[in-house]
């Protein structure tokens, strides 16, 4: 059985207990060894065969976890945050299924999430934001043409930018061409949860000076948006002159 497993943002405890436990009894591990802390490794058992795929290509990749399958062993598939998300395991399932291999799936806290944790923000405030948009900048990796970064920016939404703090210029130029206003609250969270986290603050037309003067190129994602400001409207959910299912309004 192939297992693919979020390892979470990087610390090595917001790995979920799920996945945890199949570290534990994998016979083979293949990690993303450019963005997943090697830690998470020392829960893995003795004699476990440990590969790292950021130099493999997919071909690589599945055969050594078919050759796992056919000796019988278990194989966790260790991706960087959540799977889902620029994880490139699609590709790997559809040769899977061709190859007849059994695989699934765990979930993992995307760095995303560690992001707004690190940054002490919540992306949906009310009367400020109601939706978050999770994108990246155009690079060496085209986009759709209808997801280009400018016509995203256009909803003026909440929004966190994976794999773009190496084009910050080009990124923010993008971000206020497309409607966000150049002081629009910005931030750039550096290795979110790891202990050299690392948070910068400014607006969208000063973050990509401050990410070159502290040096931040990569393993950074980009967070725009309102919800990093002060203002917004308190909650219907615990309004008490709101009454839901649960609760009757007291005014």
Known sequence: MIHF???????????TLRGAKL???AGMVIYAGSLVNSELLNGTPEGCEIYNSASMTLDEVIEKMADADRRGLDVVRLHTGDPSIYGAIREQIDRLKA?????DITPGVSSFCAAAAAAEAEYTLPSVSQTLIITRMEGRTPVP??????????????????????LMEETCAALM???YAPDTPAAVVYKASWPEQKVLRGAVSTIAAMAAESGVRNTAL???????????ELSKLYDDSFSHSFRKASQ
């Open 177 to 179: 061409q497309g409607g």
């Open 222 to 232: 980009i967070l725009v948006g309102r919800f990093l400001g002060d203002d917004y």
């Open 99 to 103: 190859l007849d291999v059994a695989y």
């Open 23 to 25: 570290l534990a009894r």
């Open 145 to 166: 043409p209808g997801e280009k970064l400018a016509s995203l920016a256009s909803h003026r939404a909440s929004m966190a930018l994976f794999l773009s703090s190496g």
């Open 5 to 15: 497993v979020g390892a979470g943002p990087g610390a090595p405890d917001l790995i």
